[in-house]
């Protein structure tokens, strides 16, 4: 039986912003950063996946997280800066934190990023 599905609900705010775009990383995008970690976090403790690394980039964040059968999932965001950027995350198993290539990609959206990572986390491909 899985859990109920982790709220994104601090995130809808960020749907139809226009983030600033600038050569530094700016409030906005700082602010929207702590909110999208706090969900992955939530996300991976109603789910018993821990995350192994988080990366943030310029203004996008991604992640791996690691389930209890030592398997990853590598979590790609877009830059949020394009319009609908909550439309297009890219998912996929991969061998470890250091995995930057990862197996096939999977496409999803932020409403079922969490059903995405589970699938995937099941069947390990």
Known sequence: EENAMTSTYTLEP???????????????????????CSFVRR???????????????????SFVLR???????????????????????CVRICDGPNDYRGKTNTWCALETLEETIQRLFRSGN
């Open 67 to 89: 389930n209890d059968n030592g398997t990853y999932v590598n979590i790609l965001g877009n830059d949020v800066r394009s319009f609908n950027w909550y439309k297009r995350f």
């Open 43 to 61: 996300m991976c403790k109603n789910n018993g996946w821990e995350v192994a690394r988080c990366t943030h980039g310029h203004f996008e964040t």
């Open 14 to 36: 960020f749907k139809y912003c226009s983030f600033e775009s600038a050569s530094y990383r700016t409030e906005e995008f700082a602010l929207f950063d702590r909110k999208y």
